[in-house]
Structure formats: structure tokens, C-alpha cells
């Protein structure tokens, strides 16, 4: 379970570099992931997903990775711009009552 | 435009009292969830709700109340009980049993203790 005070970790990179922010799952009975994008003093917004019949998925600028054999999900960011910088979630789903789980996040830092 | 609202943004509560946050969708969603986040940390379950007039409490429910009169409607009371309130409160809504398993939150309420 979650530790109360436990920070978030950090990734720090340069403008123009590309990211990768990763998450372990919990659930190997999961089947659909998401990763969620949340700027300071706002709400999560949605970013990519993806389904566990699929490995990888690419939107605008982001692909997202599914390795399923050891529950591990990464997100990647090409060219990555200080309107980044925030704090990443994946979460996962396939829970009996239908509720999804978040993992405790990363902080992407942009320097210019 | 669908979407979902908390309010207020901003709320200062005294010590003993109790206070509501309010959280509305228009996006037909059954669903609809309340989450504590403190500074630097994750998302953390307190109570959730599949369908009016039921809830049930997550992981940190002792403190906290909720009803779910209407489909819209989801307030959240943090009670004198709840030692520690000062946090960002965060409200989703979301529509099980369809293709889209996706949560939409809300743009937070943050409540300070003065």
C-alpha cells in the first residue's frame, strides 16, 4: 500500500530531449491502462490508454509501452516542452468493482 | 459543454467544524469518486459511489461523509472528526459497464484548516 509521506520521484530533463516515465502495475489480471497528466493545482486530465491484448500505442507526441510479462508500463514524451512539466499517473483497471488504481506518480521537471 | 464542477475552489475551514465540497457532472456518468491528494503524493481513495443512492467508503472514509441523492450530485462533508483535513480534494466521475473505463476529474477543491 501507499507509505503517508512518501514523495513523489522526480524526472528532471532538458527541453527538446525526450521522456520516459515508467510504472509498475500491481495486477496481472489488469486489462486496460491510463495514463493521466496533472499540472499544478488542477485536476488529472487524460492522456493516452491502452488495452492489454495491444504492447505499445502512440498519440500526438506520446506512445505508450505495455509489457505484460513484468507488469511494467512506460510512457514516452518526443521533444519534450516545458508545458510538460507536471505530474504523471498511470493507473490500471480490471478490479471486481470496477474502481480504477492509481500508481503514486512521477514529477516531470522541463528545464529550458 | 459536458463536463464536471467542484466548488468551492478555495475553503477555509475553522477547527470543529464541518464543511461540503461540492462536485456536479453533466456527462450521464453512474459512477463518481472523491480522492484526498496531500502536497507531493498520489491519489488517494475516499469514498465512491456506483449508482444513486449507494456509496461505499474507500481506503481514508473515517472523517469524511457522502450522499448520493441525485446521479449528478456527489458532496463530500469533512467532519470535525477528520483530524487532519488541510489537503486537495479531487472529485471523478466515470461510466462503468462501457467500452470507456476512463476517469474525468474534476479541477479540485483545496481546503486549508485555519
Known amino acids: 500500500g501507499e507509505s503517508v509521506g512518501l514523495h513523489l520521484p522526480t524526472l528532471s530533463v532538458q527541453e527538446g530531449d525526450n521522456s520516459i516515465i515508467n510504472c509498475a502495475y500491481s495486477n496481472s489480471a489488469s486489462d486496460y491502462f491510463i495514463w493521466y497528466k496533472q499540472e499544478s493545482g488542477k485536476g488529472p486530465q487524460f492522456i493516452i490508454d491502452?488495452?492489454?491484448?495491444?504492447d505499445k500505442r502512440q498519440g500526438q507526441r506520446v506512445t505508450v509501452l505495455l509489457n505484460k510479462t513484468v507488469k511494467h508500463l512506460s510512457l514516452q514524451i518526443a521533444a519534450t516542452q516545458p508545458g510538460d512539466s507536471a505530474v504523471y499517473f498511470c493507473a490500471e483497471f480490471g478490479g471486481s468493482q470496477g474502481n480504477l488504481i492509481f500508481g503514486k506518480g512521477t514529477k516531470l521537471s522541463v528545464k529550458p | 459543454d459536458g463536463g464536471i464542477t467542484q466548488s468551492p475552489k478555495y475553503l477555509f475551514r475553522k477547527e470543529g467544524q464541518n464543511v461540503t465540497l461540492s462536485c456536479e457532472q453533466n456527462?450521464?456518468?453512474?459512477?463518481m469518486y472523491w480522492y484526498r491528494q496531500d502536497p507531493g503524493q498520489g491519489l488517494r481513495l475516499i469514498y465512491y459511489?456506483?449508482?444513486?443512492?449507494?456509496?461505499q467508503k474507500g481506503d481514508i472514509a473515517e472523517g469524511y461523509s457522502v450522499s448520493r441523492e441525485k446521479k449528478e450530485s456527489f458532496p463530500l462533508t469533512v467532519t470535525s472528526a477528520q483530524k487532519n483535513p488541510t489537503a486537495f480534494y479531487l472529485c471523478?466521475?466515470?461510466?462503468?459497464?462501457?467500452?470507456?473505463?476512463?476517469?474525468?476529474f474534476g479541477s479540485g477543491t483545496r481546503l486549508t484548516v485555519v
Open positions: 456527462l450521464n456518468h453512474d459512477a
Open positions: 459511489s456506483q449508482i444513486v443512492n449507494d456509496f
Open positions: 491502452i488495452r492489454s491484448n495491444m
Open positions: 471523478a466521475s466515470s461510466a462503468p459497464g462501457t467500452a470507456v473505463y476512463g476517469y474525468t
